[in-house]
């Protein structure tokens, strides 16, 4: 039986200005965006105690978060989705402009931007983990409606009332709009999460404790949406029916699991 009702697609240009041959895209404008807030929230978090990081130091921790985004975003994508393509086009590795970013490999850019950074500045490495992880669902919450603006990263075949038809699925079918999903869970619900945690000094002297949390929450909020998800047509279905973004957060959800406990014997005068 078909969906009782469709939600139409919102025709919304991908490209928000374009001068000749130079463009700015909005899922361009969703990673400068969430860079900057979570800028701005980080360096809000810092005053409050443990006070471990001075505000030019976050200047700092900004470039190198930066850093380790787009090139552990783009390198992530090479390694886990598209191996064999690029190992046979090494030039296409640098155009992340035609897209193909994975999450999963920003994070480990991330984290090893942030402690890079953390051992050079004389911070506690799991401090800045701390700040960057509550700050890290501002830029998920972004990048999902910047997929969903694309059209890409659609959901599985699905009869549900709030279906849509994407407009580059060439099948023409109702499907889960995954994007928006994922852009409530990791974004606003896990956001809040982390931000209950952190705003309570003695969890913030729990080092640790916030990063567990935003990587185990990520874990486990992609793991469930990949079950609504469309996985990649390249990669397909993998073991008993798991997809790789799932194979992918399995991990994530030990680790996390493992600073949340950690955390308990971390507290920090």
């Known amino acids: 039986m078909g969906p009782i009702f469709i939600i139409p697609f919102p025709a919304i240009d991908p490209t928000l200005i374009s001068f000749g041959p130079f463009a700015i895209r909005w899922y361009a404008l969703a990673y400068i965006i969430g860079l900057l807030l979570g ?10 105690a443990p006070n471990h990081i001075q505000s030019n130091q976050i200047d700092d ?3 190198w978060i930066t850093l ?4 552990g975003g783009r390198l992530g994508y090479v390694v886990f989705y598209q191996p064999l393509y690029f190992i046979e086009n090494p030039q296409n590795i640098l155009q992340i402009w035609k897209g193909g970013m994975s999450f999963h490999g920003g994070l480990i850019g991330c984290v090893i931007a942030g402690w890079i ?3 050079r500045s004389g911070i506690p490495a799991l401090h800045v983990g701390d700040l960057c992880g509550a700050a890290g669902p501002i830029g998920l919450f972004l990048g999902r409606l ?8 659609w959901g599985r075949a699905t009869d549900v009332s709030w279906a849509m038809v994407f407009p580059k699925d060439r099948y023409g079918i109702p499907r889960h709009p995954s994007q928006l999903y994922e852009a409530f869970l990791e974004g606003i619900i896990l956001f809040v999460i982390c931000w209950i945690i952190i705003r309570r000094e003695k969890f913030r002297k729990m080092y640790g404790l916030t990063f567990g949390v935003f990587i185990g929450g990520y874990g486990v909020a992609r793991f469930v949406i990949e079950f609504a998800r469309e996985p990649d047509a390249h990669i397909g279905f993998l073991f008993a029916g798991t997809t790789m973004g799932q194979i992918l957060s399995l991990p994530m959800i030990l680790v996390g699991g493992f600073f949340i406990l950690r955390s308990r014997h971390a507290i920090k005068n």
């Open 39 to 48: 800028w701005r929230y980080v360096r809000t978090l810092a005053e409050k």
């Open 61 to 63: 921790l900004l470039v």
């Open 68 to 71: 380790g985004v787009i090139l």
């Open 117 to 119: 950074f953390a051992k």
């Open 146 to 153: 910047a997929n969903f603006v694309n059209g890409e990263l």
